[in-house]
């Protein structure tokens, strides 16, 4: 009888176990197999295993590379793994490998998860430069849980903080100046249209396709005017006629801007083959009426205005309803843009939400220097320095920049009034300069 | 389209190929000169130093010196990005060791000093401490030892990194993070170190 009675537990457990390796290695969902919370940066791909897991190997360095190699070039990482290759570094190796991402940053660990994901104690920078005050006697009494969090020092990306870029914008400069936002010239990356502009009765949609209202829409659009017709994306390449194109025609001409949308949190599900990512996944509060929407192109661009106006504010307050997106009504930057919209203000004098967080980047491609907006919105997020150079400084001295972006209050009032506090950094730097 | 004529120079040089490619196969070999396949840790570290020394040595004088301070048309910095600059000679030595070692673990190299702009560059195993003494007392003549570090074991070698171009010793004299500011030229500032991977 006990025999029986083992016999059928040892059976339900093997179908259990065979079950569910079926269901890892051939489900869609995958979360029952989740060690642990995933980090806010992964956790909308937490159930695409692969795209950072190999069978049996755990993580593929390769895999966190795939996503943050390039930005984590542009941003002349400060702690590169090229930078501890050197022999002489085995024993520190040993203890801590910093050439492997996973060493600073494991996954599905929330209980050790710190910010930007680091799972080490937070006083880690202690275990090189644990001697800093002997070159740097203004660091005395510092704490070093502070490096990284006092609005000083990033472990990778410091081009806005290091000594020398401090001297040299710390000056004496006026703490804020007019916005004048790079126009954009990068919105074609395909082949160029010689079509002149077109007008309603260039619609070349079927009978049965062709509603006043998105003809009226097109035709007062920017892709009327650069000559891109309704079959350019409603038949291209002499495809069947489709009242709703794939979301990826798109980049057809927006390769940039697409690319940049699939690397962000509004498009990375879409990178690895998943649903598109939808307000109601989202950990930041979100309007109630917005959580269904599922993001796309079309969800902040209109397809047929495609007003770019409406995709730099209306389009992010219409989901974010977090407290920072609800105090930019009211805050100095929403008076330049009322201004700009108007026409009181002169071009690309205002401060939209995508004005920091999609900003205008020049890039050169092919030997042409392009701006385009730069459609991952995380890019320039965390640490939020990273905004100093290219956003904060458009308009704003670096010292003001900095205090600014290390101010949580002044950051929630989507900085509405000065900072409160003042980062010593600049002034640090300035005193070793004139009494090294 | 280059026609090639045979002249008596290209003859020579012909010849020339010839010869080198002869004694590179199969020429007589001498007690003293290891046959290939058969270099000895030394002999390799010694030869990676004379391209390194030659190659920093032109950079230093040929485009640093020359285009910064003889003929003025752009500045090396330290911050060659951002001021749209030449980088300064260290730092193209240091990057083209990192990028050496992200393709082999077979031999490494590195700038160390006992008065380093960059503290993370002080000497830093026995090797290396007792390497840059023996160099600072006699710069013509390498140290080598054996090492081992982590789990494996080296052929180290370092040599004298002497100031070859004032602007080497202008930039260390002047920088606030040099705790050095009377380098001449001739100096040596500090070494070069080579490693040989010796484990599999």
């Known amino acids: 009888m006990r ?64 996503c943050h190699q ?127 502009p077109l007008g309603a009765g260039d619609a070349d949609s079927p009978p049965a396709s062709s509603r006043p209202d998105l003809i009226a829409a097109w035709a007062n659009s920017a892709h009327a005017a650069g000559g891109v017709a309704c079959s350019d994306c409603h038949a291209a390449a002499d495809a069947p006629w489709s009242d709703r194109p794939p979301r990826a025609m798109c980049s057809a001409c927006h390769e940039l801007e697409y690319q940049g949308f699939t690397e962000g949190k509004h498009g990375m599900r879409l990178a690895v083959d998943l649903d598109p990512m939808s307000p109601a996944m989202a950990r930041l509060p979100m309007h109630p009426e917005a959580l269904n929407e599922t993001l796309d192109c079309g969800t902040c661009h209109d397809v047929h205005t495609v007003n770019v106006r409406e995709a730099a504010v209306d389009a992010c307050l219409s989901c974010h309803a977090d407290e920072h997106s609800a105090a930019y009504a009211d805050s100095p930057h929403a008076r330049l843009w009322e201004r700009e919209m108007s026409g009181e203000g002169d071009k690309g004098s205002g401060v939209s939400c995508a004005s920091c967080h999609l900003p205008r980047e020049e890039r050169r491609i092919a030997g042409d220097l392009r701006i385009a907006v730069q459609h991952n919105q995380n890019e320039n997020l965390r640490p939020n320095e990273k905004m100093i150079r290219e956003v904060c400084m458009t308009c704003h001295s670096l010292a003001l920049s900095i205090d600014a972006l290390a101010d949580k209050e002044n950051i929630r009032t989507n900085f509405f009034g000065m900072p409160s506090g003042h980062v010593q950094s600049i002034d640090m730097a300035l005193t070793r300069t004139e009494h090294p | 389209m280059i026609r090639l004529r045979s002249t008596p120079c290209l003859r020579l040089i012909a010849a020339g190929i010839f010869a080198i490619g002869l004694a590179c196969c199969g020429g007589p070999s001498t007690s003293d000169q290891p046959e290939a396949g058969n270099i000895s840790p030394q002999i390799m570290a010694d030869a990676l130093h004379a391209v390194l020394e030659s190659d920093r040595t032109v950079y230093a004088r040929q485009v640093v010196h020359r285009l910064q301070d003889q003929e003025e048309v752009i500045l090396a910095s330290e911050h060659w990005q ?48 007792a390497g840059l003494d023996s160099v600072a007392n006699n710069p013509s003549a390498a140290f080598y030892a054996r090492e081992s570090l982590g789990d494996a074991e080296y052929f180290t070698a370092v040599y004298a990194d002497i100031a070859v171009s004032p602007a080497c010793i202008a930039c260390h004299n002047a920088h606030k993070d040099s705790p050095r500011d009377d380098f001449e030229l001739g100096d040596a500032m500090g070494g070069v170190v080579i490693r040989i991977l010796l484990t599999e």
């Open chain 1, 3 to 66: 025999r029986n009675r083992l016999a059928f537990v040892w059976t339900v457990a093997t179908v259990a176990a065979g079950l569910c390796l079926i269901a890892y290695f051939f489900g869609r969902d995958r979360r029952l197999f989740l060690p642990g919370e995933t980090t806010s940066g992964h956790y909308q791909i937490e159930r695409a295993c692969d795209a950072c897991h190999a069978p049996f190997q755990g993580i593929r360095q390769d895999a966190c590379l795939a």
């Open chain 1, 70 to 196: 390039a930005d984590l070039q542009a941003a002349e990482d400060s702690h590169g793994p090229e930078k501890f290759n050197d022999p002489r570094y085995a024993e520190d190796l040993a203890r801590l490998d910093a050439r492997q991402c996973i060493a600073c940053h494991a996954e599905h660990r929330p209980e050790i998860t710190g910010a930007m994901g680091v799972t080490l104690p937070e006083d880690f920078c202690r275990s090189c430069h644990g001697d800093v005050t002997e070159e740097r006697p203004t660091h005395e009494g510092m704490a070093f849980d502070s490096c990284g969090s006092a609005g000083c020092h990033n472990y990778h990306d410091n081009r806005a903080l290091y000594e020398d870029f401090l001297v040299r914008h710390g000056e004496a400069q006026p703490a804020t100046v007019a916005a004048a936002w790079p126009q954009r010239n990068a919105w074609i990356s395909g082949e160029t249209r010689d079509a002149g």
């Open chain 2, 82 to 129: 951002d001021e749209k600059a030449l980088p300064l000679p260290a730092q193209m030595f240091r990057m083209g060791a990192e990028m050496v070692a992200n393709k082999t673990d077979a031999f490494s190299y590195a700038l160390i000093s006992k008065w380093p702009v960059n503290k993370q560059n002080e000497p830093g195993t026995e090797a290396e401490i």
